[in-house]
């Protein structure tokens, strides 16, 4: 038995890799009976078959696992968002860092397209990115021939496994051939009708970029907070989580309840405004949402 990690996933085949190579694998056929679905990103004891092909008998505990796309055992997600072309979207940005917080997942952000936005776009996320710094997560802002971004972008994929996020048409692919021009991934071409890209990958896999592992995925499209439950919900804004434990009461959901801290915070102005409204906007989401299973008559 052999030990490896998934690197791909087409058509029922898994690619494990195992020192530096590439092993065909199957999944067991008591996979599918028992529920276990191997992801790219899991590590797995595979049994070889024959000189080609081998089969994955046992996957490994995962840390985290994401469901679009479907790869499990990330590390971090690179949010990138362009100022113009799409527009900018704190809302959206706040949306994309509730949900990966909510797996477990560590957030970085990146700007794009400073170079080809407005005085004005740029001075908003400018301020935003300031926010966003303050708060504790880690921003990155480029331009199309930026130079430096090689260099400054390295560190933060070695050593780990990392997901793209952020809406289509924002530059990912784009970021990686900066960073390793030898991967030529595909770049999406922009809708001017519909103001969003195309997506030019269909199927998950890890690709070696910076003595690290990037995804190359349609990118993570699955923003639904239908696990996520109202009472935990202010967790996953990271500088609610703390002001949170110093509410009255436990278990507030900061909206009429008294000596809550964080509405006393966005007052102050220690907590962006932008930031509450999108926690409630949220809240009243989750609130909304129909229940998992309903009962027939």
């Known amino acids: 038995m052999l030990e490896g990690q998934i690197r791909k996933a087409i058509s029922g085949f898994y690619y494990v890799e195992n020192d530096g190579k590439l092993v065909q694998c199957r999944g067991r056929g008591v996979f599918r009976k028992r529920g276990v679905h191997p992801l790219v990103g899991d590590f797995v004891t595979y049994v070889p078959d024959g000189d080609n092909d081998a089969t994955v008998t046992v996957v490994h505990e995962r840390k985290n696992e994401l469901v679009r796309p479907p790869i499990s055992n990330v590390d971090q997600a690179l949010l990138v968002f362009s100022i113009v072309e799409p527009d900018?979207?704190?809302?959206?940005?706040?949306?994309?860092?509730?949900?990966?917080?909510?797996?477990?997942?560590?957030?970085?952000?990146?700007?794009?397209?400073?170079?080809?936005?407005?005085?004005?776009?740029?001075e908003v996320a400018k301020k935003a990115a300031a926010y966003y710094e303050k708060i504790g997560y880690q921003v990155l802002s480029t331009f199309i021939d930026d130079e430096t971004l090689p260099e400054r972008l390295k560190p933060i994929l070695k050593a780990k496994t990392t997901v793209l996020a952020g809406q289509s048409g924002?530059?990912?692919?784009?970021?990686?051939?900066t960073v390793l021009p030898s991967l030529g991934l595909k770049t999406g071409v922009i809708s001017e009708a519909l103001g969003r890209g195309k997506h030019t990958t269909r199927h998950v896999e890890l690709l070696e970029v910076a003595e690290g592992l990037v995804a190359d995925t349609p990118g993570f499209s699955s923003l639904e907070m239908e696990h996520i439950e109202k009472e935990r919900l202010s967790r996953y804004f990271i500088e609610m989580d703390e002001a949170s434990d110093m509410c009255k009461f436990r278990g507030c959901l900061h909206l009429n309840e008294p000596k809550c801290e964080i509405k006393k915070q966005v007052e102050t102005g220690e907590i962006a405004?932008?930031?509450?409204?999108?926690?409630?906007?949220?809240?009243?989401?989750?609130?909304?949402?129909?229940?998992?299973?309903?009962?027939?008559d």
Do not use: W
């Open 170 to 177: 924002v530059g990912k692919s784009t970021l990686l051939n």
């Open 88 to 122: 900018f979207s704190a809302h959206l940005l706040d949306r994309f860092l509730v949900v990966i917080e909510s797996f477990g997942v560590r957030p970085v952000i990146c700007l794009t397209k400073i170079d080809i936005a407005s005085d004005k776009m740029i």
């Open 273 to 296: 405004q932008h930031r509450y409204e999108n926690y409630l906007y949220f809240l009243q989401e989750i609130t909304d949402r129909k229940p998992r299973y309903e009962k027939h």
